[in-house]
């Protein structure tokens, strides 16, 4: 593999400074009795972050501060290095388009978002959504028309839309108003997911969920859905599952208006070690990626997914 500048990393590293340390909490992770939860080891991985479904036992990860993609098969416990990126590049949050045959990629620090061909790997085009200095890209959501981006430094969101033929077309922004346009922490909007035609969105430093309308971008708060250091989020349904990095993954059952929320499960794990996303696949598997961000920089000798019980 290709060695990426050193001080595009360690300038990374200094913005990922801004992320609200707790790091006690982080460092002892709850445990669940009796877990048989899977261990799939993205090899050669020097960070991890992203994660999405694929069809049937497929996922994608993302390498976070090389920016290169893993390919995962959870039927067999297997993943191998899918795209080798090119220098400079980041892959936080990333959704998969399988209609389309797409691969949508937050940018993190660069404010780029990516797109790849599920296929071949193949860039299909890159945009710069956001002034790095400024923004931080890091998770995506898939709607029938594109794809949205949160910034977690700025109170917007990002917009691709997938054309007739399925290719990617100009981007756009959306301004936010009310609840979720609150960037006075250190780390705000974080995971997304669309609803219907409406989007969900998770507050890093509220610890709370808001609906967002794409049109206006006003959004509210989903009462009963308190999620500390909210990371990414899952929806099937009217199931919720939320990532935090107290080593936990919480899931909830929203009401049809998306108004409020109720705690099913809260899952956990021995084997967490920093969560920052998850993919429900199979229908009936989580997956979910072991980040090791309780030190920074990251110095886990590997990086993984733990597919467990939703």
Same mark, same amino acid.
């Given at each position: 593999?290709?060695?990426?500048?050193?001080?595009?990393?360690?300038?990374?590293?200094?913005?990922?400074?801004?992320?609200?340390?707790?790091?006690?909490?982080?460092?002892?992770?709850?445990?669940?009795?009796?877990?048989?939860?899977?261990?799939?080891?993205?090899?050669?991985?020097?960070?991890?972050?992203?994660? +999405? @479904? #694929?069809?049937?036992?497929?996922?994608?990860? &993302?390498? %976070? $501060?090389?920016?290169?993609? !893993?390919? /995962?098969? *959870?039927?067999?416990?297997?993943?191998?290095?899918?795209?080798?990126?090119?220098?400079?590049?980041? +892959? @936080? #949050?990333?959704?998969?388009?399988?209609?389309? &045959?797409? %691969? $949508?990629?937050?940018?993190? !620090?660069? /404010?780029? *978002?990516?797109?790849?061909?599920?296929?071949?790997?193949?860039?299909?085009?890159?945009?710069?959504?956001?002034?790095?200095?400024?923004?931080?890209?890091?998770?995506?959501? %898939?709607?029938?028309?594109?794809?949205?981006?949160?910034?977690?430094?700025?109170?917007?969101?990002?917009?691709?839309?997938?054309?007739?033929?399925?290719?990617?077309?100009?981007?756009?922004?959306?301004?936010?108003?009310?609840?979720?346009?609150?960037?006075?922490?250190?780390?705000?909007?974080?995971?997304?997911?669309?609803?219907?035609?409406?989007?969900?969105?998770?507050?890093?430093?509220?610890?709370?969920?808001?609906?967002?309308?794409?049109?206006?971008?006003?959004?509210?708060?989903?009462?009963?859905?308190?999620?500390?250091?909210?990371?990414?989020?899952?929806?099937?349904?009217?199931?919720?599952?939320?990532?935090?990095?107290?080593?936990?993954?919480?899931?909830?059952?929203?009401?049809?208006?998306?108004?409020?929320?109720?705690?099913?499960?809260?899952?956990?794990?021995?084997?967490?070690?920093?969560?920052?996303?998850?993919?429900?696949?199979?229908?009936?598997?989580?997956?979910?990626?072991?980040?090791?961000?309780?030190?920074?920089?990251?110095?886990?000798?590997?990086?993984?997914?733990?597919?467990?019980?939703?």
């Amino acid at each position: 593999m290709h060695r990426k500048p050193q001080r595009f990393f360690l300038a990374t590293l200094l913005a990922l400074s801004l992320l609200p340390l707790s790091l006690p909490a982080w460092a002892h992770p709850a445990h669940a009795a009796g877990t048989a939860d899977q261990v799939i080891v993205l090899p050669g991985a020097t960070s991890a972050e992203g994660i +999405a @479904a #694929g069809s049937g036992g497929t996922f994608y990860a &993302g390498d %976070l $501060f090389n920016g290169d993609i !893993f390919r /995962g098969d *959870a039927r067999r416990g297997t993943a191998e290095r899918f795209i080798d990126v090119p220098d400079g590049r980041m +892959a @936080a #949050g990333m959704v998969a388009d399988l209609r389309h &045959g797409l %691969l $949508f990629v937050a940018g993190g !620090f660069t /404010g780029q *978002a990516y797109v790849y061909d599920l296929k071949s790997g193949a860039e299909v085009a890159t945009y710069q959504l956001t002034d790095p200095q400024n923004g931080l890209v890091n998770d995506t959501a %898939l709607t029938r028309d594109g794809a949205w981006f949160t910034d977690s430094l700025q109170a917007k969101l990002y917009f691709v839309p997938i054309g007739r033929k399925g290719a990617p077309g100009p981007a756009r922004t959306l301004n936010l108003t009310g609840p979720a346009a609150d960037t006075s922490g250190e780390f705000n909007l974080n995971g997304i997911q669309a609803a219907g035609r409406t989007l969900i969105v998770a507050h890093t430093t509220h610890g709370k969920v808001y609906t967002v309308d794409p049109v206006t971008g006003a959004s509210k708060v989903i009462e009963g859905v308190d999620v500390p250091n909210a990371d990414g989020l899952v929806l099937s349904g009217n199931r919720l599952w939320a990532v935090n990095s107290t080593s936990q993954v919480s899931r909830f059952r929203l009401d049809p208006r998306l108004t409020s929320g109720v705690l099913e499960k809260t899952i956990t794990s021995p084997l967490f070690d920093f969560p920052t996303t998850a993919a429900l696949i199979d229908r009936h598997r989580l997956a979910v990626v072991n980040a090791h961000l309780t030190t920074i920089p990251p110095t886990s000798p590997t990086y993984e997914v733990i597919v467990v019980e939703p």
